[in-house]
């Protein structure tokens, strides 16, 4: 016995059309009533509330992955946006510097690759070169010349290690685009360097002259030292200077984390409608 939720359908065999129960001709074409049943069973409930739970679990937790990701990605654009200072290249200038001795030295720069983290040389031994450009812009305030040199720090120990001068020791910027930092100068007390630093033959790197001088450099591993001076050697360094770095991998990184981020919001989102939202007839 067929139960109240049932009902049985006829269909005309020609066209296709419904025909009414007991009828012996289709009231559409007038082809003959031949028998050919459908039956269909109304459904006790959708049966779907375990499906769209996993749903909502599944697209919860591919978004509540993506939003992290999306922030990381924007926040590193919007950082080198910031900073940006053409070319490729990320950082501040015209921030004012100065001593009372011959020499300006910025904190010591050690360039190494961790052995316990990094992945073994024979998968990647990486050029530094390739991977990050320094630029170090400078212009005097007093109409003297500017010399900008890079120097191992063995070297300028070995050199300067009797000097004195004054070393940066601290640099805060409280406000991103704020051009008056917090600069912290440790004195090191010495005797006056007699010679000019043109005139010595240590230098990685140099640049020297009147007006702004831009000092570019590739760094290899080593610890460095930054030197800024007068041309001749003379007292009272006061400068207005600037460093910017190019990093080719940071600005894929932060638009690699902000795709991939805009990929699992946009998966997740899909899984909470389709398997719990969007209706079904």
């Not at 919001?265 to 719990?276: H, N, Q, R, S």
Request: charged share 20%.
């Amino acid at each position: 016995m067929e139960s109240s939720d049932e009902k049985k359908t006829i269909y005309c065999n020609k066209c296709g059309k419904e025909m009414p129960q007991g009828a012996d001709y289709c009231e559409s074409c007038g082809a003959p009533r031949e028998f050919r049943e459908m039956k269909y069973v109304k459904r006790q409930g959708s049966g779907n509330g375990f499906g769209k739970a996993v749903a909502i679990i599944m697209g919860g937790f591919f978004i509540l992955i993506a939003v992290p990701i999306l922030f990381s990605g924007g926040a590193l654009m919007g950082v080198t946006g910031i900073f940006d200072q053409g070319g490729g290249f990320i950082g501040i200038e015209d921030v004012n510097f100065a001593t009372s001795t011959q020499m300006l030295v910025g904190r010591e720069m050690d360039i190494v690759i961790d052995d316990y983290n990094s992945p073994p040389s024979w998968l990647w031994e990486p050029d530094f070169s390739d991977l990050i450009t320094i630029k170090i812009k400078a212009d005097s305030n007093t109409g003297d010349g500017v010399f900008i040199g890079i120097v191992e720090a063995d070297e300028a120990y070995a050199v300067f290690g009797d000097a004195a001068f004054d070393q940066i020791t601290q640099f805060n910027m409280e406000n991103l685009r704020g051009r008056n930092p917090e600069i912290t100068y440790r004195y090191h007390p010495g005797e006056t360097l007699t010679i000019a630093p043109t005139d010595l033959d240590i230098w990685v790197t140099e640049v020297s002259g009147s007006g702004e001088q831009t000092l570019t450099w590739s760094p290899e591993l080593g610890s460095y030292w930054l030197v800024i001076m007068n041309e001749d050697g003379s007292a009272n360094v006061d400068i207005d200077a600037g460093v910017a770095v190019k990093m080719p991998i940071l600005d894929n990184i932060g638009k690699g984390l902000f795709m991939g981020g805009l990929v699992l919001l946009a998966v997740g989102v899909a899984i909470v409608y389709f398997g719990a939202i969007k209706p079904r007839y």
